[in-house]
């Protein structure tokens, strides 16, 4: 079945650097959705990537969709403390069967 | 937020008891969804429906079955819980558009430990 990894694992980060986190499936997606859960929190909507070689900025975020739609990227520019929390790709194995990467860890050091 | 809630929100039972988990949603949406979320997995999905009556299984499905006899409820059970089933269960709705995956709102998550 469709397997979505994600690396790396855990990053920590001093406020102000800067993150990125890359998601690779092994198959091809039809898209890609990013979600982010604060600790303790459930996983929140933040984008959804439909076109080969899609770029989408949401501020300070900035998400790829890879050209073979096989892989993506979330990059985030000068983290801070808010942005604490995993981040989870996750690609849609056909009929909205939806699968989840494992998920990037954010932690930011004030 | 979107108005899912999930019941209970956490229980402690003991292996070979029955748990029933239960989703209910106000929004009308067509997908439901039952993930469950451990360290170093991310979330699994375990089951989800696509419509009254109709579900079809996920990547984790062993020792689980659902049912969704309504649009507003889907319900996660385990037969006979076991501690490999201890975990945070999440429940999430979608409707999709024309032509692409859906947003999935999850609800606040149950918290189930199987001593």
């Known amino acids: 079945g469709q397997q979505v990894m994600q690396i790396p694992q855990y990053q920590h980060v001093q406020e102000g650097e800067d993150f990125t986190t890359y998601c690779n499936s092994s198959?091809?997606?039809?898209?890609i959705q990013w979600y982010k859960q604060r600790p303790g929190g459930h996983p929140v909507f933040l984008i959804q990537?439909?076109?080969?070689?899609e770029v989408k900025k949401q501020k300070r975020l900035t998400f790829q969709f890879g050209e073979a739609k096989k892989n993506s990227s979330l990059h985030i520019t000068a983290t801070q403390t808010t942005d604490v929390g995993t981040y989870f790709c996750?690609?849609?194995?056909?009929?909205?069967?939806?699968?989840f990467g494992t998920g990037t860890k954010l932690q930011v050091i004030p | 937020d979107a108005g899912i809630t999930q019941s209970p929100r956490h229980k402690v039972t003991e292996t070979g008891t029955p748990v029933t988990l239960r989703c209910h949603q106000t929004?009308?949406?067509?997908?439901m969804y039952w993930y469950r979320q451990d360290p170093g997995h991310g979330l699994r999905l375990i089951h989800y429906?696509?419509?009254?009556?109709?579900?079809d299984k996920g990547e984790v499905s062993d020792g689980y079955s659902v049912s969704r006899s309504k649009t507003e409820d889907f319900l996660l059970t385990l037969e006979s819980a076991t501690s490999s089933q201890t975990s945070v269960y999440f429940c999430?709705?979608?409707?999709?558009?024309?032509?692409?995956?859906?947003?999935?709102?999850f609800g606040e998550g149950s918290r189930l430990t199987v001593l």
């Open positions: 198959t091809t997606l039809s898209n």
């Open positions: 999430a709705i979608s409707e999709p558009g024309l032509a692409e995956t859906g947003e999935l709102f």
């Open positions: 990537l439909v076109k080969s070689g």
């Open positions: 429906s696509y419509g009254v009556k109709d579900t």
């Open positions: 929004e009308n949406h067509r997908y």
């Open positions: 996750a690609g849609e194995g056909g009929y909205q069967k939806v699968t």
